[in-house]
């Protein structure tokens, strides 16, 4: 039997600047956060269309938002509904112990490019995939794509409350492939059953994998 599989974006030279562009925008608005914003609206400027509108239609939000207000609607986005978690291993596995794993396989991945993360970040934050994306775009591709329906179903959500940061998303989701009937089906699986539940006590002898909770701390 032919084994199914999904397509992977094919990477172009603009890939890695968009990619890195929409790691800017989904990173906390701190006090460089109008630099960033600066840098990715030029960005945005040289890319495809489909890929530079949304990018474009977020920045003049931004442009017109004071950053304090931006960095507080973040907060209360991102930092305190699960609904809108940004980090990608999440709604595939939850708060289990298979989640654990799924982190340390992302580490090793982007051990093995040489690139290296900081103390305080998580592997599977949206921003910190899209800015290894950018740095090896081919691998890159490939993680976007495996997690496309997490980050699907983050972006129908944030859609689904006019928030400003789905327009970054929908940016993100044009630079990969169409989606395939089961990646839709894997999203509405998703958006009906939500991630799953830690199965306490079937097995008393495994080692327990302590996690931050996934919807504080992202890039700052």
């Given at each position: ?10 990477t172009?030279?603009w ?19 109008e ?6 609206g030029?960005?945005?400027?040289t ?7 949304p ?22 986005t ?47 934050h ?95």
């Open positions: 039997m032919r084994r199914k599989t999904t397509p992977t974006a094919r172009g030279s890939h890695p600047h968009a990619w890195q562009a929409q790691s800017l925008l989904l990173a906390y608005p701190d006090n460089q956060f630099q960033r914003l600066t840098l990715a030029r960005v945005a400027a890319l495809p269309k489909p890929v530079a509108r990018l474009l239609r977020f920045t003049a939000h931004a442009e017109q938002t004071a950053t304090a207000d931006l960095a507080t609607a973040y907060v209360a991102f930092d305190h509904r699960k609904r809108y978690c940004p980090y990608l291993t999440y709604y595939a596995h939850g708060d289990t112990r298979k989640r654990g794993i799924a982190l340390l396989r992302l580490k090793q991945t982007y051990a093995a490019a040489g690139w290296r993360l900081g103390e305080d970040e998580l592997p599977d949206l921003a910190v995939v899209l800015e290894f994306a950018a740095a090896d775009p081919d691998t890159g591709a490939r993680l976007l794509t495996e997690h496309r329906a997490g980050l699907e179903l983050l972006r129908l959500a944030l859609t689904g409350d006019g928030s400003p940061w789905a327009h970054v998303l929908d940016s993100v989701s044009a630079t990969l492939p169409a989606l395939p009937g089961d990646e839709r089906e894997a999203v509405m699986r998703l958006a009906a059953q939500g991630p799953p539940e830690e199965q306490v006590g079937l097995d008393p002898y495994a080692s327990p994998v302590f996690l931050p909770d996934p919807v504080v701390g992202g890039p700052r």
